[in-house]
Each structure stands twice: as structure tokens, then as C-alpha cells.
């Protein structure tokens, strides 16, 4: 389905050469001379590349339809992350490079959301806070709960996240994956 400029909203996919976009913001301008026309900024949703660009003013564009599918992360075999279909029960193998750093967050059995723009997969999100247990940090000492001190913490996924002092092996964190914070022990 052909979209006009008019009709642009943020959130909403568009084709552009062939690739799709994702509209962040826009903005309608009309100078005192010349037409109209639309100032935006569009994101790449596959490399994630955030462009400013500027179209005629009722330029049309082919519609992009945005979908987000439930999915449980099973394993990883090295080269692929295996995800299964909750309502389907079907397999899905997605190359590591697609996945990039969002691996750091994937804990087996976590249900993830796999996003897709059109019949293409274009990435995964993990669920928003996982509970993990910390595999290598320094020991903290007694003493050592100055407001604001942290130290690194490896976590079961293999992520390095900054914790407070009193922090060690074997405790469960909650992270927001979001940002690699820690929220608290659990």
C-alpha cells in the first residue's frame, strides 16, 4: 500500500529503494518560496543507521507492515541461535551476525520478541530484565560499601556488567537489557 507524505507518523515503516525505514520523527515545512516539503529522520531497521532526510511534499512510498512474534530461545550451536514458534511449536535458526550483541542478553528459555518488516526477520529483543548469576568478580571486602563504588561482574550469558562492591560468585542479579544495568539482587 502507496503512502503520501501526509501521512507519515512516527513509528511507522517505509520503503525507500528498496530498503526499509523506520520514521523516528518528521517535520512539515513551507518556506515563504518554493513548495512544500518534509524534513525526516528515518532509521535503517536493518543496520539500525539513523539518516536525515528531506522529501517533496505528497511524495509517495510503499508501506512497510511491522510485526513482532513471541518466540522462546532454545540454544546456541555456535553459528545459529535456535528459537521456537509458541503457538506453532516451529523451529527458527537465526545467524549470530543478526543477533549481534543482543546475545549477551539471551538466556535459555527466556521468551524474546523476533521482529520482523515486511517477510523479513530484522532482529531480536530480549525480554526487558533477566535474572543471572554472576560467574566471575572480585571478592568484596568488609568496609567496601562506599555509596557509588562498583566493580565488573561476568554473568552466566557472558555480559560484563558493573555491580556495587558487595556483590559476589554465585549471586543472582536482575540486569534491565535495555542498558546493562543492574537493578538489584535477587
Known amino acids: 500500500m502507496a ?51 528531506t522529501f517533496r511534499s505528497g511524495e509517495k512510498f510503499d508501506e512497510v507492515r511491522m510485526e513482532t512474534k513471541e518466540m522462546q530461545y532454545l ?22 551476525d543478526v543477533i549481534g550483541t543482543t546475545s549477551q542478553w539471551l538466556k535459555e528459555n527466556d521468551i524474546c520478541l523476533i521482529q520482523y518488516a515486511g517477510d523479513e526477520m530484522i532482529g531480536v529483543e530480549p525480554p526487558m530484565f533477566i535474572e543471572v548469576e554472576v560467574v566471575d568478580t572480585e571478592p568484596g571486602f568488609k568496609g567496601d560499601t562506599v555509596q557509588g563504588g562498583t566493580k565488573p561482574a561476568v554473568v552466566e550469558t557472558g555480559a560484563t556488567v558493573s555491580v556495587p562492591m558487595f556483590i559476589n560468585v554465585g549471586d543472582v542479579l536482575k540486569i534491565d537489557t535495555r542498558d546493562g544495568r543492574y537493578i538489584t539482587r535477587v
Not at 529503494?17 to 518556506?31: R, T
Not at 518534509?38 to 539500525?48: A, C, E, P, Q, W
Not at 535456535?82 to 523451529?91: C, I, L, N, P, V
Open 75 to 96: 540454544y546456541t550451536d555456535g553459528d545459529d541461535y535456535h528459537f521456537m514458534d509458541m503457538t506453532s511449536y516451529d523451529q527458527l535458526a537465526i545467524p549470530a
Open 3 to 53: 503512502i503520501s507524505t501526509a501521512d507519515f507518523k512516527n513509528g511507522k515503516c517505509i520503503s525507500i529503494d528498496g530498503k526499509p525505514y523506520l520514521i523516528i520523527e518528521f517535520q512539515h515545512v513551507k518556506p515563504g518560496k518554493g513548495g512544500a516539503f518534509v524534513r525526516t529522520k528515518v532509521r535503517d531497521v536493518r543496520t539500525g543507521r539513523v539518516n536525515d532526510l
